[in-house]
């Protein structure tokens, strides 16, 4: 009767019929009264969220104290619970460690394994090679059904030290759990994805883990069982470290074991693009996790075409990562789509609220994606990507002080990750804290690659072949770059711009996403006077973006893009990659200038006007100011070669270029200029040296009074429209042109006085650079 009953029980669980399971299983215990029954009926109370009617049945049967499995269970009733305290009570504080095997027991366990594979066998003497086992091996059959239970009491521990923010003691005890039973993969995944180890550590910690102690109904398997659990585990590790290690993992099981269409190996493989900056294939792969389809065809870079009921049922930590690879191609569709499709069908979920936070920040409305950042941390209060954004939503608005107490919070979460610290070095950076910025950055540098803490960062000297294996963030080194570029220490900075191109090309990065870095190294160049090397780096960059890669490196998870001033660009294309291509015009004029190749850098400075004028206001309009400078400047280093090579001009010519028009345009151009000035970026001194000292010789010209520089400016660039504008001005006015030198050709139609700074220089310039 009993086995009849048992096998109606478990029938009744599997077609997930509880009551009739919890009615059955009472009347098997009702019958045998053995602990075995008592604990399957708790299973079944504690499946159908019945805690406390299982731990009640725990208590009377006094199976806690009795048994590792009650314990275990009782314990995770209380969890569920949310009380904590009355678990650790029955946990206890202390792991087990004596159960941790090492690698060492690993040969003696394989011949324990061996040796019970072939206990059947029968020597000559009549004896049984179970008897010519040694009595220092017995210990190894202890029951590994008490053993399993004991490693998952440890990563119960770890959930309540987790829980009661002691996360040093978390971190200890989920290291336990996976030492004492290498397939505890529930402590593993904590380890992981909440970051509480750096890259090097979880290298580290992953070979030290016994995976030849997994043991398989098969023997012959066993081997490979291991081997195959093991690069499972390697999938996991961060992408930041030892990147062939993980692309080795990944290739073995897609091929070998046909996991390439896996939704965890599509996932491993989507960060790693991610870290690379491969925006578009991470997207790529992240939309045929989502989607249901099983056909060949090819995804595009949007989820357009995937129907909406596609986007649920799916693992959360694929959410994370598609939508910041959504942020970073541009795709607010998408991103709205997929936030109302969440928000429909799953209102309790967290990263529902963190699809809505990076629809808002994708739009620009900061405080809106605030508001459903920090629903999302509440809601999951280990959620990396949650608090993160929060954070990066005071960054948005230069709220640098509550955006380093964010980012503060997030490092003391998430111990591992070199991500808080790198925003928080940038933050200081923002904040002319040189000291702390670089502090923090080369905390970040040490995290992402395991290197000491306070070194100075260093590649192989052939980065092809050792950086791969060395990993870490290209990022950092780049802004600890940005740090000694401020610092004036320039040798140091471009050697350290220099090694993240050459880590970022090693680990076959997007190369338009390091344009900033590569930029960064022709200032540093520039400034050192290698102005050979900084004009091919500048060109190297324009050629970059010619052909079509978006500029910028801002990760919503993974990292921001640095420029010479530490500050972040959104890198989906638009007013950010056109301020971007008008600084490299403007620093490319400024090195050509250096060059003595003058015609160039005045087309390489009218470049830059036409580019920065056109941003729309902000930094870039600020820079087109700059460049307008830069290029009167030039123009009048034209025009002074162009006195020294023609000496012999004659007076009527000096005389003629002398007249309304050359005191106007020199009134309008020294304007011009001073507005530039008070524009002007003081991050460019070596420019401002420049331009003061071509300041100088335009003063003494002027004081000179024999012939200005304007003149033969206009006589060469806008001769003909001049000579077009006296005609007409002699046939309307007739003389009067030479008697009203101060105004404007629209101010004389419309006989209005007015100031010649005025209106002319606005539309006259948009109409000369429009024909150049």
């Not at 997929?338 to 979920?349: F, G, I, K, Q, W």
């Amino acid at each position: 009767m009993e086995k009849f009953l048992r096998s109606w029980r478990q029938d009744a669980l599997n077609r997930g019929q509880h009551d009739a399971a919890v009615y059955i299983g009472d009347k098997v215990l009702a019958l045998t009264n053995s602990d075995s029954d008592a604990f399957w009926l708790a299973q079944v109370h504690f499946s159908n969220n019945n805690f406390t009617r299982a731990l009640a049945l725990l208590s009377r049967k006094d199976l806690i104290s009795r048994s590792t499995a009650c314990r275990y269970l009782a314990a995770h009733c209380y969890i569920k619970q949310n009380q904590f305290e009355q678990a650790l009570s029955i946990l206890g504080d202390h792991n087990p460690t004596h159960l941790i095997r090492s690698n060492n027991n690993s040969n003696s366990r394989r011949k324990l394994q061996h040796l019970n594979s072939q206990s059947h066998v029968t020597l000559r003497n009549g004896k049984t090679t179970a008897s010519r086992i040694d009595r220092g091996e017995e210990r190894e059959r202890e029951d590994a059904s008490n053993i399993r239970f004991e490693a998952a009491m440890c990563y119960l521990r770890g959930l309540c030290f987790a829980k009661q923010n002691a996360f040093d003691r978390a971190r200890d005890c989920y290291k336990d759990a996976v030492r004492i039973d290498v397939q505890c993969f529930e402590a593993f995944d904590q380890l992981m994805k909440n970051s509480l180890m750096s890259p090097a550590e979880e290298l580290e910690f992953l070979e030290s883990l016994d995976f030849d102690s997994i043991s398989s109904p098969d023997p012959s398997v066993s081997q490979e069982a291991a081997h195959f659990t093991k690069m499972l585990y390697t999938t996991r590790l961060s992408k930041y470290s030892s990147p062939a290690i993980l692309s080795d993992a990944t290739e073995t099981l897609s091929t070998h074991y046909n996991l390439s269409e896996n939704p965890d190996i599509l996932l491993s493989r989507a960060e790693a693009l991610y870290t690379q900056c491969r925006f578009a294939e991470a997207l790529e792969l992240t939309s045929s996790i989502l989607s249901t389809s099983q056909s060949s065809t090819a995804l595009t870079a949007t989820t357009a075409s995937i129907p909406a009921q596609n986007h649920l049922g799916h693992a959360p930590a694929v959410y994370p990562l598609h939508l910041a690879c959504l942020y970073e191609t541009g795709a607010t569709n998408a991103l709205f789509l997929l936030s109302h499709t969440l928000a429909d069908h799953a209102p309790e979920e967290s990263y529902t609220y963190l699809a809505i936070g990076v629809y808002y920040l994708s739009v620009s409305k900061v405080a809106e994606a605030r508001r459903f950042f920090s629903k999302a941390s509440l809601l999951d209060p280990h959620s990396a990507p949650a608090w993160i954004g929060f954070a990066h939503t005071f960054a948005a608005e230069g709220e640098h002080d509550q955006a380093i107490a964010a980012y503060s919070t997030a490092a003391r979460l998430f111990q591992g990750s070199h991500l808080p610290q790198l925003f928080l070095g940038m933050q200081h950076l923002a904040l002319n804290n040189m000291s702390l910025a670089h502090e923090y950055l080369s905390a970040a540098y040490a995290m992402s690659t395991g290197a000491t803490s306070g070194s100075v960062p260093a590649l192989p000297p052939t980065p092809s072949t050792g950086a791969s294996s060395l990993g870490g963030d290209p990022l950092v080194l780049n802004e600890l770059g940005v740090v000694l570029y401020h610092q004036n220490h320039l040798e140091p900075a471009v050697k350290l711009f220099r090694q993240a191109l050459s880590l970022a090309s090693s680990l076959n990065c997007e190369p338009g996403a390091w344009v900033a870095t590569r930029a960064n190294l022709g200032h540093a160049l520039r400034r050192i006077g290698h102005f050979t090397e900084a004009l091919v780096e500048f060109d190297e960059c324009l050629r970059i973006g010619a052909a079509g890669a978006s500029f910028g490196y801002t990760p919503f998870l993974g990292g921001s893009g640095g420029n010479a001033s530490g500050a972040a660009s959104s890198g989906v294309g638009g007013y950010e990659d056109r301020g971007l291509i008008g600084s490299l015009h403007t620093a490319r004029g400024l090195v050509l200038l250096e060059l003595s190749r003058t015609v160039e850098a005045v087309t390489a400075l009218h470049e830059a006007v036409r580019v920065l004028g056109a941003s729309g206001g902000g930094d870039a309009a600020a820079g087109a100011g700059v460049a307008g400078t830069l290029l009167s400047r030039a123009l009048e280093i034209w025009a002074l070669e162009g006195n020294e090579a023609e000496p012999m001009l004659s007076e009527e010519v000096s005389r003629a270029g002398s007249g309304s028009r050359g005191s106007n345009r020199s009134s309008r151009d020294k304007g011009k200029g001073k507005v530039a000035r008070r524009r002007a970026i003081p991050e460019e001194p070596y420019s401002e040296e420049w331009t003061d000292e071509v300041a100088q010789v335009d003063s003494h010209n002027l004081r000179g009074g024999s012939e200005t520089l304007e003149d033969k400016v206009e006589m060469e660039l806008d001769d003909e429209a001049d000579g077009l504008l006296r005609q007409a001005m002699s046939r309307v006015r007739g003389g009067r042109t030479r008697r009203q030198p101060m105004l404007s050709p629209e101010v004389e139609a419309s006989d209005t006085p007015e100031p010649a700074a005025g209106r002319r220089r606005g539309s006259r310039t948009l109409r000369t650079n429009a024909r150049q």
